[in-house]
């Protein structure tokens, strides 16, 4: 079946350090592919998203490109900020066969300090 | 505009009991998931409904567990004679419609956070 895999946490940054967060996925067809990102004690917020091969999502700083001669959408951003403190899931959905549910990853705490 | 709304955000039962949870869409979403997520584990998928029906329900648990998004008000995901390992946040997200078929973003409510003693 579909699966995500994240490189384990927690990672701790300082601030204006360089993040990467791996993600790698196995699924039948050609997924989209997420993040999203979520704060303590909030539910799930989406990040970036990118639905087919070669494509960069983008937001806030953050960027991820699906590749899928790898089968990886690695996030990452240039200069992280205190305000990222969060963690972050790498999730996957196939609506080929008319399911819509996403698959996740099992997320991955970022921490940054000043 | 509001986003997906679940209440309550906490709630506290006793084993036996049953647990009650709600979701609002967000205004213009027919598309509902219920997701769950244990501690130090990301989220996995339970159900998925439209109005009056269940679409896919491969995730949920066979007993005591079930679901139902009727015509007017929330979606409802009912726990009945609860367990301890019940304990966990539970989602609720939506997705609009487009072309007769959801979209694949899915926005998230802030969860309830079910807790069994």
């Known amino acids: 079946g579909d699966s995500v895999t994240q490189m384990e946490g927690p990672v701790t940054l300082s601030e204006e350090a360089f993040l990467t967060i791996n993600c790698t996925y196995t699924?039948?067809?050609?997924?989209?592919l997420f993040w999203y990102v979520q704060y303590p004690g909030e539910g799930l917020q989406l990040l970036l998203k990118a639905t087919k091969a070669d494509d960069k999502g983008s937001n806030k700083g953050f960027e991820a490109t699906y590749r899928k001669e790898t089968t990886s959408f690695h996030l990452e951003k240039g200069s992280v900020q205190v305000s990222d403190s969060a963690v972050y899931f790498c999730?996957?959905?196939?609506?080929?066969?008319?399911?819509?549910?996403?698959?996740f990853g099992k997320g991955t705490k970022l921490s940054v300090i000043p | 505009n509001a986003g997906v709304m679940q209440n309550p955000r906490h709630l506290v039962r006793r084993r036996g009991q049953e647990a009650r949870l709600r979701c609002s869409p967000m205004k213009g979403h027919s598309h509902v998931y219920w997701y769950r997520q244990l501690p130090e584990e990301g989220l996995k998928f339970m159900v998925y409904?439209?109005?009056?029906?269940?679409?896919?329900e491969s995730g949920m648990p066979k007993e005591r567990f079930s679901a139902e998004f009727p015509k007017e008000g929330p979606s409802i995901l009912r726990i009945q004679q609860v367990v301890r390992g019940d304990s966990a946040a539970y989602f609720c997200a939506s997705s609009p419609e487009m072309s007769g078929r959801a979209t694949d973003t899915q926005y998230f409510g802030p969860g309830t956070r079910l807790t069994v003693l």
């Open positions: 699924a039948t067809g050609y997924p989209s």
């Open positions: 999730a996957l959905l196939y609506s080929g066969a008319g399911s819509y549910q996403l698959t």
């Open positions: 409904l439209q109005k009056e029906n269940i679409i896919d």
